[in-house]
T-cell receptor, first 111, second 119 residues
Framework: GQQVMQIPQYQHVQEGEDFTTYCNSS?????IQWYKQRPGGHPVFLIQ?????EVKKQKRLTFQFGEAKKNSSLHITATQTTDVGTYFC???????????FGTGTRLKVLA | GAGVSQSPSNKVTEKGKDVELRCDPI?????LYWYRQRLGQGLEFLIY????????KSGLPSDRFSAERTGESVSTLTIQRTQQEDSAVYLC?????????????????FGPGTRLTVL
């Protein structure tokens, strides 16, 4: 079946270090979304990427959608303790009508 | 309302009992999703409603799980004869789900979830 995997599963970084999570789909995606879930909270939408090779930035966060529309990445520059949480990608496979969430990457930032 | 609401926020039940979880989506949102999230795990798709179309039930793990939605409003997820492995947070999300050229262009807004514990 359709799967969306994320690596790494866990990442601990020192405050100020950079962080990257990768999202890989077994099928081509129409678009991809990224969500952040704080500990004890619910997922909150961050951004959506639609075009092949698209890059979007939100302050210290950079999102990229692969040329083949099967992978994506989220890069955080100079992490802060407020970045702590689990980051999920959610892919929308072509020809389907539902999002498939990735397995998530749990980020811990050490002060 | 201002956002997606779910009730109850916490539910503790005994193995074998039935439970009903409720989701109130954002007014005007035609799409509604139910997900299950076990402790420390990702989101597991359960069921999807879109307007008056037949729901996509492909994620329901067993016939003990069912869900209903009246039009574009409230949805209820029912778990019959609960088992300990049903313990999880059940999340509901809604979106206006505009489909353009075969792709969704909308954000999913999540409710706070219902934490279900089966003893």
């Amino acid at each position: 079946g359709q799967q969306v995997m994320q690596i790494p599963q866990y990442q601990h970084v020192q405050e100020g270090e950079d962080f990257t999570t990768y999202c890989n789909s077994s099928t081509t995606l129409s678009n991809i979304q990224w969500y952040k879930q704080r500990p004890g909270g619910h997922p909150v939408f961050l951004i959506q990427l639609v075009k092949s090779g698209e890059v979007k930035k939100q302050k210290r966060l950079t999102f990229q959608f692969g040329e083949a529309k099967k992978n994506s990445s989220l890069h955080i520059t100079a992490t802060q303790t407020t970045d702590v949480g689990t980051y999920f990608c959610a892919g929308y496979p072509s020809g389907t009508y539902k999002y498939i969430f990735g397995t998530g990457t749990r980020l811990k930032v050490l002060a | 309302g201002a956002g997606v609401s779910q009730s109850p926020s916490n539910k503790v039940t005994e193995k074998g009992k039935d439970v009903e979880l409720r989701c109130d989506p954002i007014s005007g949102h035609t799409a509604l999703y139910w997900y299950r999230q076990r402790l420390g795990q990702g989101l597991e798709f359960l069921i999807y409603f879109q307007g008056n179309s037949a729901p996509d039930k492909s994620g329901l793990p067993s016939d003990r799980f069912s869900a209903e939605r009246t039009g574009e409003s409230v949805s209820t997820l029912t778990i019959q004869r609960t088992q300990q492995e049903d313990s999880a947070v059940y999340l509901c999300a809604s979106s206006s789900h505009m489909v353009s050229s075969g792709r969704s262009t909308d954000t999913q807004y999540f409710g706070p979830g219902t934490r279900l514990t089966v003893l």
